[in-house]
C-alpha cells in the first residue's frame, strides 16, 4: 500500500491541515494535536456537547487519508464488542468436521478452531491493525458514557498499543493508531488515563471564529444573518441557561433560517426557529418570554453600532 | 512583544530550557496541580519537538502536557505567566531560592490561582503568621432558620476508635431498598437461563471436542453510584458531624459515591472524603467549606446543583439522599422546579428529615410540602445518637413507611 500523507511537520502546517477541510481551530488546538500526532500520544478532548470534539477526528482521517475507526462508547460495553469475539457456529461447525475426517490430535484442532479465520473484529482490534504510514484514526467517542471497567481496559491499548486474546497471545500495533478520545464529562474519567494522554478542553469559540464557521458551513446564508445569527448565540452563552446552545446548534440554526429564506431575524422567526438552538424546555420558556425580545434588539443596536 | 523577543532568546542557550522547564514543573506541583515526573519528561519531550517559536506556542506546548483538568487552567495560565516573565532567569531563580522578600508589584484584583501559584513561587518568603485559633463552636442552634448567609468555621471532636469500629459495622448492614442495577456485563451461573458460547467453546476445547456442554451466565449486578447532598445550616448543626463520618465511611466502602454540602452555597467534597483516615477526612472538609451553620438556601443550592453537577455525577442511574430538614426561607417555587429536575435526572430520590421529634410527624412547612411531592422516599429519623439510627432509618426494613403519600 502507497504511503499516504505524510504528518504535519509544524504547528502552522496542522492548522493548514485542520483548514483545509473547511476546520476552523485556533492555536491552542493545533498545538496539542501537531504534539499528539508527533508524540504519539492519544489526545483526550473533553467539552461540551456540540462544540466539535468528534469533528476533529473526521477531519484528520480525511485530511490525513487514513480510515476513521469509531468505537461508541455506552454503558456496559464490554470486550465481546469493543475488541473481539469468536465466531461461533463456524467453531462448532469445525469441530464436526474435525469429528468427520477423524481428527483427533487436539493441539491441532484448539489450534484451528481458535485461529484468526474465525475472530470478529471490533474496533479496538481493527484500530490496532495498521501498516506503515496508514494507521487508522481511532476515535474513542464519549468515553464518559461507559464504566470505570472499561476505561481501566483502555489503560493496556492506549499505552502499548497491544490487545491480549487469551486463546491466541497478545496483539501488538505495527503501527500505533492516532487515538482521539472525547467525553462530554459526565462523569469525571480516571487520572491514570488521562495521564497517558494529551488533555484539551474545547471551548466555545470567540465571536469572529464561530463567524468564519457559519460562513463555511452554511454558504448560503446572508451575511447579515450570519453575522445576527451569531452574535445572538454568543448572548445566549451568557446567559445562565441550563444548556448553552453548541456549534453544531449554531450550524443548524443558521441552516434553517437559510432554508426558510430569511435575510435577517426577527422575534416571530425567532420563536418558531428557537428548537434548533435551545433543547431544554425551561430555556425555551425564558427565551420565548420579553427576555428573548430584548436579546434581538441588544443584538441589532450592537451590529448597528459596530457598522 | 517583548516576551515573545525574550522567548526567542531561549533558543541561544537551549540546554538550560530542559531545567527551567523542571523547576517550572515544580511551581505547579505546589501550586497544587497533579504533575509527575513523566508529565515533565513528556514537557521537555514536547518543547524539543515543537521547537521553541512564538510564547503563544511556547504556552499551548506546555498547556497541553501539563493541564489534564479544566480546573487547571487558571492556575497554569497564572503561574506560566509568573514564571516565564523576568528577563534574566538565573535572576528568578535567586529571587526563588533566597531569603530576600520579593518586591510589590502593583497589581488589580488577583485572579483565580494567583495566590496559590505565587505561593508555590515565593514560599518561605511571607513573615511566620502565628497560627490561628480556630474556636470551637458548641451554639446549638436547631430549630432556628434562616437564609442569611454566615460564614463560619467549624471543628469536629475526633472520631474515637470504638466509633469507627461501630460505624463500619453499621453500615455493612445498611441495605439500601432498591440497590441493585443490573449491568449489562455477565458472570458465569449455574442456572440455565442464557448460554455463555465462550466458556463454552473453552471447556469443550478440554474434551477435544468430544463433548459440548453447555455453560451459562447471568448478568452482574451491581451498586448505582450514591450520591449525598447534606444540609450542613445552624438548624442541623446537632447532626453534622454524624453525616459527615457516615459519608466517609460510605465512600470509602463503596464505589461511585459523591458527596455535597450545603447551608448558603453548595460545596463537592468528594474529593476530601476520599482521604483514608476518618479525621483527616472531616478536617479537610471543615476546611473546603466556608458556611457552617449559616443560614439556607436550598432552592438556591439544588439549583446549583443541578446546573453544574447533576449531569456530571447523576449518570448511570445514580440514587441520591438529600439529607435537610425541609425548612425553606427564600423562593418556594424555586424549590418547587429544582426538586422536580432533580428527582427527575435520578434514579430514585430519598429525602432523610432528622428534624422529627415525635411520631405524629405532619407536613406543616410550606417548604416541607413542596418537596415531598417531588421525593421518592421519604425517610424521617427521631433522633440519631449514633450511625445504626442513621443506617436503621435508611434501610430497607422500613421501606414501605417511606411512602411520602403517607405525610401529605
Not at chain 2, 532568546?9 to 517550572?24: L, T
Not at chain 2, 431498598?177 to 443490573?182: A, I, L, N, R, T
Request: with cysteine; charged share 30%.
Amino acid at each position: 500500500m502507497s504511503i499516504t500523507k505524510p504528518l504535519p511537520t509544524s504547528i502552522d502546517e496542522t492548522l493548514a491541515l485542520l483548514s483545509s477541510q473547511d476546520y476552523v481551530a485556533n492555536k491552542a488546538l493545533a498545538t496539542v494535536l501537531f504534539l499528539s500526532l508527533r508524540m504519539k500520544r492519544p489526545l483526550f478532548l473533553e467539552g461540551e456537547a456540540g462544540v466539535g470534539k468528534t469533528e476533529i477526528a473526521k477531519v484528520l482521517s480525511k485530511a490525513l487519508d487514513r480510515p476513521l475507526i469509531r468505537l461508541q462508547c455506552y454503558e456496559g460495553l464490554d470486550v465481546s464488542s469493543a475488541v473481539y469475539e469468536w465466531n461461533y457456529p463456524a467453531q462448532m461447525l469445525e469441530i464436526r468436521l474435525a469429528e468427520a475426517t477423524g481428527e483427533d490430535d487436539r493441539t491441532a484442532i484448539e489450534r484451528s478452531i481458535f485461529s484468526e479465520r474465525h475472530l470478529i473484529r471490533r474496533p479496538v482490534l481493527q484500530a490496532l491493525e495498521g501498516t506503515g504510514g496508514r494507521a487508522p484514526v481511532f476515535l474513542i467517542d464519549e468515553l464518559d458514557r461507559t464504566d470505570e471497567a472499561f476505561e481501566a481496559f483502555l489503560l493496556e491499548i492506549l499505552s502499548d498499543y497491544q490487545v491480549t486474546i487469551p486463546e491466541l497471545g497478545t496483539i501488538r500495533a505495527q503501527e500505533p493508531p492516532i487515538v482521539i478520545i472525547t467525553t462530554n464529562r459526565t462523569r469525571e474519567i480516571h487520572d491514570a488515563l488521562k495521564r497517558r494522554c494529551l488533555y484539551h478542553w474545547v471551548d466555545y469559540p470567540a465571536a469572529d471564529v464561530e463567524l468564519e464557521i457559519v460562513r463555511l458551513k452554511v454558504p448560503g446564508c446572508h451575511d447579515e444573518l450570519s453575522r445576527q445569527v451569531v452574535a445572538y448565540v454568543q448572548k445566549l452563552r451568557q446567559m445562565d441557561l441550563f444548556k448553552s446552545p453548541g456549534v453544531a446548534e449554531t450550524i443548524d440554526w443558521a441552516t434553517a433560517l437559510t432554508e426558510l429564506d430569511r435575510l435577517a431575524l426577527d422575534p416571530e422567526t425567532v420563536s418558531d426557529t428557537i428548537g434548533t438552538l435551545l433543547k431544554y424546555q425551561d430555556d425555551i420558556a425564558r427565551i420565548e418570554g420579553s427576555a428573548g425580545r430584548e436579546l434581538l434588539t441588544e443584538v441589532k443596536a450592537e451590529l448597528a453600532q459596530a457598522l | 512583544m517583548a516576551e515573545a523577543a525574550n522567548a526567542i532568546k531561549f533558543k541561544g542557550g537551549e540546554g538550560r530550557i530542559p531545567d527551567n522547564v523542571v523547576y517550572f514543573a515544580r511551581v505547579l506541583r505546589k501550586a497544587g496541580m497533579k504533575v509527575g515526573p513523566a508529565a515533565v519528561r513528556d514537557a521537555v519531550e514536547a518543547v524539543q519537538i515543537a521547537g521553541i517559536g512564538s510564547r503563544e506556542e511556547f504556552y499551548w506546548v506546555l498547556h497541553s502536557v501539563f493541564v489534564k483538568r479544566r480546573e487547571d487552567h487558571e492556575v497554569f495560565d497564572q503561574a506560566f505567566k509568573l514564571f516565564w516573565r523576568t528577563r534574566d532567569l538565573v535572576e528568578k531563580m535567586i529571587a526563588m531560592f533566597s531569603p530576600v522578600a520579593m518586591e510589590n508589584k502593583q497589581r488589580e484584583k488577583l485572579k483565580a490561582g494567583e495566590t496559590r501559584v505565587s505561593q508555590a513561587l515565593f514560599e518561605g518568603h511571607e513573615k511566620q503568621r502565628p497560627p490561628e485559633d480556630k474556636p470551637m463552636i458548641d451554639i446549638d442552634a436547631r430549630e432556628t432558620i434562616s437564609g442569611n448567609e454566615v460564614l463560619r468555621q467549624q471543628d469536629f471532636a475526633q472520631m474515637t476508635a470504638f466509633e469507627l469500629s461501630e460505624a463500619k459495622n453499621a453500615i455493612a448492614k445498611l441495605t439500601l431498598p432498591f440497590d441493585q442495577v443490573e449491568t449489562r456485563r455477565y458472570k458465569p451461573s449455574a442456572s440455565a437461563r442464557k448460554i455463555d458460547p465462550r466458556a463454552t467453546m473453552r471447556a469443550a476445547m478440554r474434551t477435544g471436542g468430544d463433548l459440548i456442554l453447555p455453560r451459562f451466565r447471568k448478568r452482574r449486578k451491581v451498586h448505582p453510584p450514591l450520591v449525598i447532598i447534606a444540609d450542613i445550616s445552624g438548624s442541623m448543626s446537632q447532626y453534622t458531624r454524624i453525616f459527615l463520618h457516615f459519608m466517609h465511611v460510605l465512600s470509602e466502602r463503596r464505589r461511585g459515591v459523591h458527596t455535597f454540602l450545603f447551608g448558603t452555597r453548595l460545596t463537592n467534597i468528594t474529593r476530601q472524603m476520599r482521604n483514608k483516615d476518618p479525621d483527616e477526612a472531616v478536617d479537610q472538609c471543615t476546611g473546603a467549606v466556608k458556611d457552617w451553620s449559616g443560614g439556607t438556601r436550598i432552592g438556591e443550592a439544588l439549583r446549583l446543583f443541578n446546573r453544574q453537577w447533576s449531569r456530571r455525577v447523576l449518570g448511570q442511574g445514580a440514587v441520591v439522599i438529600l439529607i435537610t430538614d425541609g425548612l425553606e426561607r427564600d423562593s418556594i417555587d424555586e424549590l418547587d422546579t429544582e426538586m422536580d429536575r432533580l428527582q427527575r435526572s435520578c434514579r430514585r430520590l430519598i429525602w432523610l428529615n432528622p428534624l422529627l421529634r415525635f411520631d405524629g410527624f405532619e407536613a406543616r412547612a410550606r417548604g416541607v410540602r413542596t418537596m415531598l411531592a417531588h421525593v421518592d422516599e421519604f425517610r424521617p429519623v427521631h433522633n440519631i445518637e449514633a450511625m445504626a439510627d442513621l443506617v436503621s432509618a435508611l434501610g430497607e426494613k422500613d421501606a414501605a413507611k417511606a411512602d411520602p403519600r403517607r405525610y401529605m
